[in-house]
């Protein structure tokens, strides 16, 4: 496998950034729910942590979801390991592309209508991510054709 280009490592770079963007966005406000406490409703607000882990020393009890919660903790960390130290082969595209979706997926199906600033950004970094991760897995398709074409003739 050949090193990749300088167009396809700066799309890497961003990626990685991106990524970590997404991880911090998933530890600010995640989503936003309404419960009754002490037969009032009360607005409570949650990151991913919060859901996964549950209130964690709050006075307000939070519902959680270890599975749903890991999910969106995970998929920025599996992102950027892959982006940070797959540096020749596609697989690292391909995993961004899945993450994107898996995240996107997941937010809108688990969290619905009551979307935070923060799954909203999440949101828009992953439809960036898939969109940069589908450029990136072209371009590399694209530069290793040439060489692939050249080595035949030879």
């Known amino acids: 496998m ?4 300088k167009r396809c490592r700066n799309i890497r770079r961003v990626l990685i950034a991106l990524f970590i963007v997404c991880g911090y966005m998933l530890s600010t406000t995640f989503a936003v729910d309404v419960m009754e ?3 009032a409703e ?3 607000s ?3 942590l919060d859901l996964a882990f549950g209130s964690m020393g709050r006075e307000i009890p939070i519902r959680h979801n270890i599975v749903i919660g890991l999910v969106y903790i995970l998929l ?4 950027f390991f892959f982006m940070f130290f797959d540096k020749k082969t596609n697989i690292k595209n391909i995993v961004g592309i899945c993450c994107g979706m898996i995240g996107m997926t997941s937010i809108f199906m688990f969290i619905g ?3 935070g600033i923060g799954a909203l950004l999440s949101i828009f970094c992953y439809i960036l991510i898939d969109i940069l991760s589908i450029t990136a897995m072209l371009m590399h398709i694209q530069d290793a054709k040439p060489k692939a074409l050249k080595r035949h003739e030879d």
Request: charged letters at 15%.
């Open 42 to 44: 009360t607005m409570v």
């Open 113 to 115: 209508y009551n979307i």
């Open 37 to 39: 406490i002490d037969g």
């Open 76 to 79: 920025p960390f599996i992102g």
């Open 46 to 48: 949650m990151t991913a």
């Open 2 to 5: 050949s090193d990749e280009s």
